[in-house]
């Protein structure tokens, strides 16, 4: 016989939207693809990834330093 569970897609549920849903939302903002923040449910992958943001330069820095935007830093 076979056993059914049907809360079984919860924790997938939640893990989506503690992890998925705010990366997506800080990669759109700094100017990447917001896809990428599907790396965050990869083991290990995540943990690149996360340098990856805080560490490169954002395509949204590039553009308000060159725009000469106040408050942007100096390139």
Not at 3 to 10: A, I, M, P, Q, T
Not at 17 to 38: E, M, N, Q, T, Y
Not at 57 to 72: D, I, L, M, T, V
């Amino acid at each position: 016989m076979l056993y059914h569970h049907h809360w079984l897609g919860l924790p997938w549920l939640i893990v989506l939207v503690i992890a998925v849903v705010p990366f997506w939302r800080i990669c759109k903002r700094v100017g990447h693809s917001p896809w990428l923040s599907l790396l965050t449910l990869l083991p290990l992958v995540n943990l690149v990834f996360i340098y990856y943001l805080a560490f490169s330069q954002w395509p949204s820095e590039n553009r308000a330093a060159s725009a000469g935007a106040p408050g942007a830093p100096p390139a």
